[in-house]
């Protein structure tokens, strides 16, 4: 039995930027005079007074990983945390499918889902800040396919609320550079903040790429556009990023650290809005772990239960439930399918709660990203910047797609900075192969300065050298569209947290539409490095659990794929309840009084970074919400 039942007129779990957007929303709109009472369930340790721990924390740790400046710490065990997470280390070749060393269960599945994410108050600090719209075909694949589903609602349903999420997020752009695949805009509408600046890399890629050759085009044939691609433009991104003051916070200072961490703030977060809902009399309770949605006879949701716990490792201490009119379940991708599945409500619901169709966890997927490394003949100074900057974006739609997947393709500023040779990242690696003698970058068995391979070198020497080489390293990145597989999915695990709880149970693979996106990468990957003169350092290691063979013009190549972070799926938005989870405001079609928010009622995905979408639905959420509480 609950310790505790309270009362309020909202219930929202989690408060990352769908949770915290609706909150905010919610709270400085009042009803019939009234505030709206609100409370948000935190399962992490709520909002930092500042950075600064975790700042420390990064400093401190010895895997500079996205994760290691956030709690909980890296080492524990998933078994031994009352709120987990995956890491980055978890989905390495000797932990990606053991539970015992991984919070996600992928002991069954056949590739591994790379991902994470965050488990606290707006755990989405270690994204990169990038907002580009979909497209206005990502939102009817139909058109492509009669297998893949359309969403329930339009790209011009939701300009408005693109154009209200950018205003909210803060975000620099630029409406010439992005009117292309049909996006289009509201008559005299422009980004809050003008762009950020492209980077060397990106004005040298453009200047290399504005021109392709007949015979470059025609090797370019295998894309199969619509017309023949006799130009590649590196376009300027939109980023929830400042690049002038806004809102009291400040400009971009060009760290190249927004992952794992802006130390400025000038990348938005969702603590920024969070704080805004707080200071406006919303209630945040952390270390409160949701763990079962209970449903009346009516069919309506009643009460959520919960669990509290003080350390990151437990122990519990206490339990109760929350009473509301509205529920909002805003955990993420995995975490809302995890929740609705626990919520059995004995044995009224075997499949769950919110799941008559069968949906929930289904449909799991992320952007592939298909990354490449190289070096160029010229020096073109990364680390100086937000990561990225610009992107060639015009290959995100086209007739291609009723037979690949499509890609966005990012411009690295951060050249090496990910892991080089399976060791770390750069300039690290590459610094220790110089002084020790070693190859793991493998920058080191070359003559640059007519020096023996694999040479240890120190004093001006050194400095020379990594000055020659480390401003000529780039990354080029393919986020690869993942089509919807019912078979990709999130259950429940036998393995448990420290709470008891049920951990996530992934299965994961990539179907063949979209590991022919990564192969036609593959492919304008080795004609961009050829264009830019630049060395290949792109491979896949024999042990990477996601490498997989692919034929690509006669020839059998190795290939592999990262996580972007982009959890999506899971529970499907659409008009039809027997194929899908919510409608196209979120709502359940099962529990009236219950809507299930985020990436995760995303249809389709397309190629863009889907944060910018999910805040735009959250925040038309919002409006019904309200236009709810107006009903009653």
């Not at 721990?53 to 080492?75: D, I, N, Q």
């Not at 719209?133 to 011009?156: A, C, G, H, Q, T």
């Not at 659409?574 to 529990?591: I, W």
């Amino acid at each position: 039995m609950a310790d505790t039942c309270i009362e309020c007129d909202v219930a929202i779990v989690g408060s990352g930027f769908a949770g915290s957007l609706i909150a905010k929303e919610l709270s400085q709109k009042p009803i019939n005079g009234k505030r709206l009472n609100i409370v948000i369930l935190e399962a992490g340790p709520g909002v930092q007074p500042n950075i600064n721990g975790f700042m420390k924390s990064y400093y401190k740790a010895s895997a500079k990983v996205p994760e290691s400046p956030y709690p909980p710490a890296l080492a524990s065990a998933p078994s031994a945390l009352a709120a987990g997470r995956p890491t980055s280390l978890m989905t390495s070749a000797s932990n990606w499918n053991k539970p015992e060393l991984a919070y996600l269960d992928q002991k069954d599945s056949t590739l591994p889902f790379k991902s994470t994410y965050e488990r606290l108050a707006g755990g989405t600090s270690h994204w990169m800040g990038l907002t580009p719209r979909l497209v206005p075909n990502d939102f009817r694949m139909s058109m492509y396919d009669k297998n893949l589903p359309d969403w329930p609602i339009s790209y011009e349903t939701l300009m408005p609320w693109y154009e209200k999420a950018e205003a909210e997020l803060g975000v620099s752009g630029d409406v010439a550079d992005h009117s292309y695949a049909g996006v289009t805009y509201s008559p005299g509408y422009a980004f809050p903040m003008p762009k950020i600046p492209p980077s060397l890399f990106d004005q040298h890629v453009n200047e290399t790429l504005a021109h392709l050759s007949d015979e470059d085009t025609k090797s370019l044939e295998f894309l199969g556009t619509a017309a023949p691609v006799t130009s590649l433009t590196a376009r300027s991104q939109p980023a929830a990023r400042n690049s002038q003051p806004y809102r009291n916070r400040r400009a971009c200072a060009g760290n190249t650290s927004c992952i794992p961490i802006c130390p400025i703030q000038a990348k938005y977060d969702p603590t920024i809005t969070l704080n805004e809902a707080t200071n406006n009399g919303v209630r945040l309770m952390d270390h409160t772990v949701a763990s079962e949605i209970l449903v009346d006879a009516n069919n309506l949701v009643s009460g959520i239960n919960f669990i509290t716990y003080k350390d990151e490792a437990g122990p519990k201490t206490g339990s109760g439930c929350i009473k509301a009119e509205i529920y909002v379940i805003a955990a993420n991708g995995i975490e809302t399918p995890r929740l609705l599945l626990m919520s059995k409500n004995e044995t009224r619901f075997p499949n769950g709660a919110a799941n008559s169709s069968d949906m929930v966890g289904r449909n799991l997927m992320d952007h592939p990203q298909y990354l490449s490394w190289g070096l160029l003949p010229v020096q073109v100074f990364p680390y100086r910047g937000p990561l990225v900057t610009s992107a060639i974006g015009d290959l995100c739609d086209g007739p291609f797609r009723n037979k690949r997947a499509a890609f966005r393709i990012s411009l690295g500023n951060e050249a090496w900075t990910a892991t080089v040779g399976g060791s770390g990242g750069d300039p690290h690696v590459t610094t220790l192969d110089f002084i020790n003698g070693v190859n793991l970058s493998g920058l080191n068995k070359r003559d640059f300065t007519h020096m023996a391979s694999n040479s240890s070198l120190l004093g001006d020497q050194l400095r020379d050298t990594l000055g020659n080489l480390i401003s000529r390293q780039f990354r080029i990145a393919f986020a690869v569209e993942q089509s919807p597989d019912p078979n990709n999915q999130v259950t429940l695990s036998s393995a448990t947290d420290a709470l008891g709880l049920p951990r996530p149970k992934i299965t994961y693979n990539l179907s063949d539409y979209t590991k022919q996106g990564i192969a036609a990468a593959f492919l304008l990957k080795n004609v961009i490095f050829r264009k830019l003169g630049a060395e290949d350092f792109t491979k896949t290691l024999p042990d990477d659990p996601a490498g997989f063979d692919q034929v690509i013009e006669g020839n059998t190549v190795r290939l592999t794929y990262g996580g972007a972070g982009h959890v999506m799926g899971t529970c499907r938005m659409g008009n039809d309840p027997k194929t899908s989870v919510v409608d196209s405001f979120q709502r359940s079609h099962d529990h009236a009084n219950l809507y299930l928010v985020g990436s995760g009622t995303f249809p389709t995905v397309g190629t863009a970074n889907p944060t910018i979408t999910l805040s735009a639905l959250a925040l038309r959420t919002a409006e019904r919400i309200v236009d709810d509480f107006k009903r009653t």
